[in-house]
């Protein structure tokens, strides 16, 4: 999540339930506890007494007395351990409000999933949106949390009732709470009945009051989750339904590992949602799999990425396969440098990642063959209202480019539409070329000595990307060689050194430490002693 923030842009980012994998901080605990429940769950069945949550009947029968020695220390048990997971479920989410505090310039919001307990009172209280609403650049937003399903392993007195469930459908709460507001896009965690909510061996199980207000309302989008393996996009009846299946890893019940990074961006103009992107999120690096653009009364689907498609169809591994391995000290010194920059990143920072974007998708169809990695201040989040960009221009798919950007006529135009586009809102410089036709070239052929591509493998390890599916293929290509991409970062390891200590890297980082310091941040002792090693002289 915290990479998610520094390395995307959006006014509102939405989780939708499930912030949580267990309430304990181990598997084995978790597991003990879900077993010792199991066996109350059972007792509490067979008894008919369902009108109380589990705790309040374990509860019970301690006081009558009626247990032999065995269940008596099995109760006393779960009793102890379902305040234990309270307080620990509390710390999570006070880890994650941290996170969330890091990003100033967006609103994050989120309601419980059937694996949380209720927000009210943790940390993301004030982001709860279970039964509250929230307007933000004209457009109403109401959230309903949990499901209508019992959660082994999480103590039910924590849960948030679900009540979006009656005889009819008009008097659950849920309905009558939506009745009330009037949304245009509901975010809920449990599906709407009969869209993206089968379960290969329970069938359709989704919220049919849900769906009612659907169908009979004039409602924008549908942003659920819960269902993790009928994910996707559909389009019923003039509402958007999105499922994008799970961002963090998880097990599947047929005991499979689903990777998880997976997550919508959604493009809402004048009311209506044009162009939503699926994208997945792999440590710090974010692949864009699918664009989804409304033709009519439809939307149309290109793939960019059809292995990460295709892997989460039939949920089997990609991005876990990938080798990992040490960077080299230089670049792990600045990449630590810069992500505690980021921290502190400034609106200003990201109003340029977005100028550039737009600029990139105005170029149309030339724009599949381009991309960027900025470096300088905008990378490192720190941009002001003065600060240029710089960046580095990579080109695919063009013949008549070689390795030297004087000699491609191509590269020259791109940079002066890309400035024509950005007209006086800020500056804009090209400081390197990569032609990532050659850099893939000398990948296949293992050609180490090639000078682009120890550039590119360098650019890759701490540049912010724009356009990276242009990039994408040409990095999971030398990703699937990590002997090559060590020895070409490796390679240029003196040339890192030199420029650390160049006056202009100095200046800047400087620079860097001044704003913060203006800002009233505290930089701790240690990282002051890491930008030093950088700049080789002291601050």
């Not at 009051?209 to 309302?217: E, G, K, M, Q």
């Not at 989040?381 to 070689?402: F, K």
């Not at 293929?473 to 030398?478: A, F, I, S, T, Y």
Request: proline share 3%; glycine share 8%; aromatic share 10%.
């Amino acid at each position: 999540i915290y990479h998610l923030l520094k390395e995307t842009v959006a006014d509102v980012y939405i989780m939708s339930g499930d912030i949580l994998d267990i309430p304990f901080y181990s598997l084995e605990q978790s597991m003990e506890y879900s077993d010792i429940q199991n066996i109350f769950h059972a007792m509490r069945r067979e008894s008919g007494s369902d009108g109380h949550n589990l705790e309040e009947y374990v509860e019970g029968l301690l006081r009558e007395g009626r247990l032999n020695d065995y269940l008596d220390r099995k109760a006393r048990y779960y009793l102890a351990e379902s305040v234990a997971a309270k307080e620990i479920m509390e710390k999570k989410y006070r880890i994650l409000e941290n996170i969330f505090s890091t990003e100033k310039n967006s609103k994050i919001v989120t309601i419980p999933g059937n694996y949380d307990m209720d927000l009210g009172g943790t940390a993301l209280s004030d982001r709860d949106l279970h039964m509250k609403t929230l307007r933000t650049e004209g457009v109403l937003f109401a959230g309903y949390g949990g499901a209508g399903v019992r959660t082994p392993g999480f103590p039910e007195s924590y849960l948030v009732p679900y009540r979006g469930t009656a005889k009819r459908d008009v008097d659950s709460e849920l309905y009558r709470f939506l009745e009330a507001e009037r949304p245009d896009i509901i975010v809920a965690h449990q599906p709407a009945h009969g869209v993206l909510d089968a379960i290969s061996y329970l069938g359709s199980w989704g919220s049919p009051a849900l769906r009612t207000y659907c169908d009979s309302h004039p409602v924008l989008a549908c942003l659920t989750g819960h269902v993790h393996e009928n994910w996707g996009l559909r389009f019923v009846e003039g509402t958007l339904y999105m499922n994008p299946s799970n961002f963090g890893e998880v097990m599947t019940p047929q005991g499979e590992i689903s990777e998880g990074g997976f997550f919508f961006e959604i493009h809402l103009e004048g009311g209506e949602m044009p162009v939503v992107l699926f994208k997945k999120i792999v440590e710090y690096r974010i692949y864009d799999i699918a664009e989804y653009v409304r033709k009519g009364d439809a939307y149309e689907e290109t793939v960019f990425d059809r292995s990460r498609y295709d892997a989460l169809r039939r949920i089997s591994v990609v991005d876990d396969n990938i080798e990992r391995y040490n960077q080299i000290p230089e670049l792990k010194v600045f990449r630590d440098i810069r992500n505690f920059f980021r921290i502190h990143q400034t609106k200003q920072t990201e109003e340029r990642i977005v100028n550039l974007e737009e600029a990139l998708a105005a170029l149309g169809n030339l724009a599949g063959h381009i991309a960027l990695d900025l470096v300088g201040s905008v990378n490192m989040g720190m941009a002001l209202d003065s600060s240029d960009v710089d960046a580095v221009l990579y080109l695919r798919g063009r013949e008549s480019c070689g390795e030297d950007y004087e000699s491609c006529d191509f590269a020259k135009v791109v940079e002066g539409r890309i400035r024509d586009y950005l007209s006086d809102r800020h500056g804009f410089q090209i400081i390197d070329f990569i032609n990532l036709d050659v850099v893939e070239e000398s990948i296949r052929r293992v050609r180490i000595d090639c000078d682009m591509t120890q550039r590119f493998s360098v650019y890759r390890s701490f540049c912010r990307p724009i356009n990276y599916r242009i990039v994408a293929p040409v990095e999971d290509l030398l990703n699937a060689n990590i002997a090559f991409r060590m020895q070409a970062e490796e390679n240029m390891r003196s040339y890192l050194r030199v420029l650390g200590s160049t006056w202009d890297i100095k200046k800047s980082f400087e620079k860097y430490v001044v704003r913060l310091r203006g800002m009233g941040v505290h930089i701790p002792e240690q990282m002051l002693k890491r930008i030093e090693t950088l700049l080789q002289k002291n601050l």
